[in-house]
């Protein structure tokens, strides 16, 4: 116990937790957790922005960081009225409380490229349906990793083409194709100039497989 100190908020003198006294950080929490708590949230892909980077939001994480103490939670889910968008039930030590957060909703930057169309790399698979099902997954399968690995499919005369947003994502899903396939791959690059002036060199692979 640290002696001759005294809390800041009462001037009573004892333990001490970030300069207070237990019930007077106690009270210190309880105001913290009343407060509007507001979260930048991606409306497409629910992402929240914390800490300058859009990520999966963890509520019991997030809470134990603000109340300073390790808690359990339950989502009480939106709140009538709309007075919050979502409502927990925060539970530490032998303290209850509820939190109620207020979204701000944004479209992130990965989901902003998603839908303006942008994409750097086409897979275009030519050969059996079981290829096109096969690149597919593969794709969703980098995807989990790689947030820019999004897609969107062209049917075309002779099979289907998957433009993404991530070059890595292309060529992984191809040499899986041949490996596992036994496609045969064939890569170009093409020049474009961007909205903004900027070069874009996109790249293409065509993945051939015999038809079955
Ligand atoms: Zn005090
Ligand atoms: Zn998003």
New binding site residues.
Partial sequence: MPKGKFCYECGSQGELREGMCEPCFSKKRQKTAAEKITVTQ?S??R?ALLNGR?QDINWTKFFSKRLKADVSIVDKGPVPHKKADQMFEVSYGNDKLYATVHFNRL??G??GRALSHYYVATLQVRGSDEAVRFAEQALRDVGRKDSMAFFRVEEVRGGVNFKCGSKSAVKAAAKRMRLELGAELKSSFEDVTEKQGDILRRLTILARTKPI
Avoid: E, L, T
């Fill in positions: 991606c497409k892909c992402r859009w479209v992130c990965v989901c």
